[in-house]
C-alpha cells in the first residue's frame, strides 16, 4: 500500500525536512508541499491526499481551524515546535502530534499509525457490532465483530480502550491480541460498552476503567501503551468515576 501525502507549513525548511522523510518512507508518496495555508487548503480539497502533514501555527489560517475543513478520508498529523496545541489535536481527531524539531524515527513512528488504519480499513468489510445485554449468564462478556468477512470474538475483559477513526472504530486488547477495527459511531459504541465498566474520556476514545495505571497532573490518562487525554467536556463525569472506585 502507498499513501500519498501532503504538507501545509508556512517555514520552507519544515517543508523540506517532511519531504525528505517521506521520500525515504517506501509506503509514503509525496504530493506536494505548501507554505501558503490557504492554497494548501484548496490543494487538499481539490485533491484529498491520505496524509496531512499540519503545521498548527500559521498566517491566515492556522492549523486547528484549517484541520476543521479537510475532507474525511485524510488522516491529519500536525507538526508544530509549541507543546500547547498537543491537547487541542485530540478534539480534531488527529492521527499524530510531532513536536518540532521532528526525528525520523517520531515521523516512522506517527505514519505507520496511519499505515495500519488504512490497511485496517481496506480489509474492514461491511463490518457490523453485535453486543449481548449484561446478564448473569453472560459472564464472560464478549462481544463479536465482523471484521475481514468473518466474526472475530473481543473478550472486554482483555479490552484497553476504543478508539475512534472516522467512520470506524478501532479496538485494542492487551497484548498480544491484534487490534480490531469495525465500522461503528462512537455514540453507539459508548453506550454499547458503558454497562460493562468504560467511560468516554474524549471526542476519540473510551477506555477500560479498569485498566487504567494512573492519571497525571494534567489531565492525562495512561493505559497499556497510550497517553489518552481527558477533555473539558468528559471531566467531570470521569473524575466522579475514578474517584467513586477509589473512595
Known amino acids: ?29 509525496l504530493v506536494e508541499g505548501y507554505t501558503d495555508s490557504v492554497e494548501g487548503l484548496s ?7 491520505d496524509i496531512l502533514f499540519l503545521d498548527i501555527q500559521m498566517p491566515d489560517l492556522n492549523g486547528m481551524e484549517l484541520s476543521k475543513m479537510v475532507p474525511k478520508h485524510t488522516k491529519i498529523i500536525f507538526t508544530t515546535a509549541f507543546k500547547q496545541y498537543a491537547f487541542e489535536s485530540y478534539d480534531v481527531n488527529a492521527a499524530d502530534y510531532l513536536l518540532k524539531p521532528i526525528s525520523y524515527a517520531k515521523f516512522l513512528k506517527a505514519t505507520q499509525k496511519c499505515l495500519e488504519w488504512f490497511e485496517m480499513k481496506e480489509s ?39 478508539c475512534g477513526l472516522k467512520d470506524y472504530v478501532k479496538f485494542v486488547m492487551q497484548p498480544p491480541a491484534k487490534p ?4 461503528m459511531t462512537m455514540k453507539a459504541l459508548e ?6 465498566g468504560f467511560m468516554r474520556v474524549n ?7 479498569d485498566k487504567i495505571k494512573s492519571v497525571d497532573k494534567n489531565d492525562c490518562i495512561y493505559i497499556g501503551d497510550e497517553i489518552i487525554h481527558v477533555t473539558d467536556i468528559y471531566r467531570n463525569d470521569v473524575f466522579k468515576k475514578l474517584f467513586a472506585i477509589t473512595s
Request: charged share 15%; net charge negative.
Open 1 to 29: 500500500m502507498e499513501l500519498n501525502c501532503v504538507i501545509i507549513d508556512d517555514e520552507p525548511q519544515a517543508v523540506a525536512l517532511i519531504k525528505n522523510y517521506i521520500s525515504r518512507t517506501p509506503y509514503l508518496r
Open 43 to 49: 490543494k487538499v480539497m481539490e485533491n484529498p491526499p
Open 124 to 162: 474492514a468489510e461491511q463490518s457490523t457490532v453485535a453486543a449481548p445485554p449484561p446478564s448473569p449468564q453472560n459472564t464472560s462478556n464478549d462481544i463479536f465483530v465482523k471484521s475481514d468477512g468473518m466474526m472475530v470474538r473481543v473478550n472486554l475483559s482483555q479490552l484497553l480502550y476504543v
Open 180 to 183: 480490531v477495527i469495525t465500522l
Open 191 to 196: 453506550e454499547m460498552l458503558l454497562p460493562y
Open 203 to 209: 471526542r476519540s476514545y473510551v477506555v477500560a476503567v
